[in-house]
């Protein structure tokens, strides 16, 4: 009966020293959560807030564990409610399911918050994205001997936020052959509740940022040595109703390229049909590297369709790599995951013919000169730039 005894009090110790590391460790977490509402007034041991940390020393308690619940007045266990940060951190603008996609790609090709769709010769740095939350800059260089360029650096800030995200700007950087799957200080994630978070979804290859007071997705993607870019964020934050001091006037995925640095895509693939040989040179001085045929060919294997499918083929006849079908791939296939009515808004083209008809209709009769050919993409311009050509003609 002895033994028995002393066994039951043995175990009756060590459950009272549970339940004071219990207590112990609730009242630390009242202490460092003034926010939580149940510590701030309903627990009747909320006067007891000197030497707990102390105590919990003496008592080898570690900081985490088992904790009374707020507002229990026995000693019943169970897990403590921590501040509903999803409410505070969660997006709160006017726009929610409205949303803009933005798209860079390739050599380079980019699709605008408003869906214009251009080919741009940009090099050197280029901001895609500034705002009060983030900023999104890309860097382009040459491709080769040719003049298009192609993103070799990307570079995300996400500026300070408050309760939200972190007290000073945190950045993110990748650069040819270096896609780190943190941030540049190492973290993955920041924020109550992790409300700004970076993902590696393949090493090297693939990593995906997302800030949830802004409900805003970047993806980011290694290409061979070049990188894909793709941002879904809110209307409302994509495009402001109002500039703001802080706001740079040029944004490529508001503005898109300044007009001087767009190439005529469709102006170029018309004049390489399959009867110029690789070698050649023509519009913009590019040289050739594979026939439109082979090119076309290649890009339908992609499975990539109206603008994915005409810059696949324009980066196959300026470049040869291969790498570029499957960036255009990916592009499409990001723009329709971030945008699930996509897929449906495209024609499913996958040939040139329809621009080769504009083209020749455009160039040919008395609308022959340069400033016709140049216009097509623009009917409405093309028309008027050849009806003012034919005027002169007759006076």
């Known amino acids: ?20 590391c219990v207590t112990l460790r609730t009242y630390h977490h009242c202490m460092n959560e003034p ?44 897990p403590i409610k921590r501040p509903k940060h999803r409410q505070v951190c969660s997006y709160q603008g006017t726009a929610k399911g409205r949303y803009k996609q933005c798209g860079l790609f390739g050599d380079p090709h980019l699709r605008t918050f408003s869906d214009e769709l251009m080919t741009c010769r940009i090099e050197g740095a280029w901001p895609l994205v500034s705002n009060q939350y983030l900023t999104v800059q890309v860097t382009s260089d040459s491709v080769g001997l040719h003049t298009a360029t192609a993103i070799t650096k990307l570079t995300v800030v996400i500026r300070r936020a408050e309760n939200c995200a972190d007290d000073h700007y945190v950045t993110y950087q990748a650069q040819t052959d270096w896609l780190p799957s943190t941030f540049d200080d190492g973290r993955t994630h920041f924020g109550p509740e992790r409300s700004v978070r970076i993902r590696e979804k393949t090493a090297g290859r693939h990593v995906e940022i997302y800030i949830r007071y802004i409900d805003t997705t970047l993806i980011i993607r290694q290409i061979g040595q070049y990188f894909t870019f793709a941002l879904r964020m809110p209307e409302d934050i994509a495009e402001p109703t109002s500039n703001t001091p802080s706001t740079p006037s040029l944004q490529l995925c508001s503005q898109g390229c300044p007009n001087s640095e767009r190439i005529d895509y469709r102006t170029f693939l018309a004049q390489k049909r399959s009867r110029l ?20 060919q290649r890009c339908r294997q992609a499975g990539v369709v109206d603008f994915y499918f005409d810059s696949c083929v324009f980066d196959l006849l300026t470049t040869g790599d291969a790498n570029f079908t499957v960036a255009a791939s990916v592009a499409l296939a990001d723009l329709v995951r971030l945008d699930r009515h996509a897929w449906a808004e495209q024609e499913n083209r996958t040939s040139l013919h329809s621009l080769d008809v504009e083209y020749d209709s455009l160039s040919s009769g008395s609308c022959r000169t340069v400033q016709c050919a140049s216009a097509w993409s623009s009917p409405l311009l093309a028309a008027l730039l050849c009806f003012i050509h034919l005027a002169a003609t007759n006076l």
């Open 35 to 78: 926010r939580d509402q149940g510590c701030l007034s309903n627990l009747y041991f909320h006067s007891a807030q000197n030497g707990i940390e102390l105590q919990m020393k003496q008592n080898n308690c570690t900081m985490s564990g088992t904790m009374f619940s707020p507002g229990v007045h026995d000693h019943a266990l169970g």
């Open 277 to 296: 040989a690789p070698g050649q040179r023509s519009y913009y001085n590019m040289d050739i590297a594979m026939t439109r045929d082979s090119a076309e």
């Open 1 to 20: 009966m002895s033994v028995r005894r002393g066994r039951h009090q043995r175990l009756l110790t060590a459950e009272q020293k549970d339940l004071k």
